[in-house]
């Protein structure tokens, strides 16, 4: 038996790292799955190998309200109902504040926090009518707390979260949870842009994360099974942090596992 036997969830950004990773978690614990992104090839490609009884994909750009619309249709369409949402299609550019040019922030505003709005308010009448369910927000380490360099990314996940705790109020009356993951550093195209040197990077969450290496998108995947399943039936309004012990604290050891 599967932890989510029955349900039927769309899971945004699912082309590829993070998303895809849950695409295909959920599907092997018994969901139907819509996988939704802007990127086709991709995500055809990874509905094409789960299984049209399993998975299907649709085009959608998570800022524009009329495409969230046709997604919600398609997968009552498909799947016969909508239980469970997780807004996780998202984007990040490093600059600092006062070289960021405006276009930037509100193209990041766009995708990461007004995208989520409108994946809430798109889907989550259907998952009442559905008799309840879930719905998980993709926020970040960096939304709650800083990190110098990325300021409208930041900004924007801080708002997931404030939008995750004020939904889960709202939505509770309707059998909704709404729950946020809070990532660090995952090993995905995200956080391995062109012309960085992987090992480069490798050394850095090495010495910078507690636990010594960067994440796996597998590993936040099983965060947002556990807050889609009935595992989590009495937590909802909370960011859950996936980050290696990142954010506990600074240490003045080496962070490192010795491997001595
Ligand atoms: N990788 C990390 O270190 C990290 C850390 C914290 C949080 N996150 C968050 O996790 C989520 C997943 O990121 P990832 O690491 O898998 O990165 P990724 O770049 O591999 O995946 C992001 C996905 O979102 C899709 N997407 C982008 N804009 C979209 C739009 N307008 N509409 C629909 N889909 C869109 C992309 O096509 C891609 O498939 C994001 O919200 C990201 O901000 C990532």
Redesign the pocket.
Known sequence: MGKLDGRVAIV?????????QEARLFAAEGARVVL????DG?GEALAKELGEERAAYVH????REEEWAAAVAFAKERFGKVDGLVN?????RFNELLATPLEEFRAIVS??QT?CFLGIRAVAPEIAAAGGGTIVN?????GLTGMAGVGA?AAS?HAVVGLTRVAALELAPKGIRVNAV??????????NPEGVDPAATGELYRRLVPLGRI?R?EE?AALALFLTSDDSSYVTGQPFVVDGGWLAGASLFRAAPDES
């Not at 939704?36 to 990127?39: I, Q, T, Y």
């Not at 809070?182 to 956080?191: H, Q």
């Open positions: 945004t950004g699912a082309a590829r790292g993070q998303g895809e939704a992104d802007v990127l991709p959608l750009d998570v800022t996780n299609a998202g984007i990040l995708v990461n995208g993709t926020a970040s380490y960096t990314y996940k809070c990532p660090g550093a995952i090993d995905t195209a995200m956080s994440g998108p936040v």
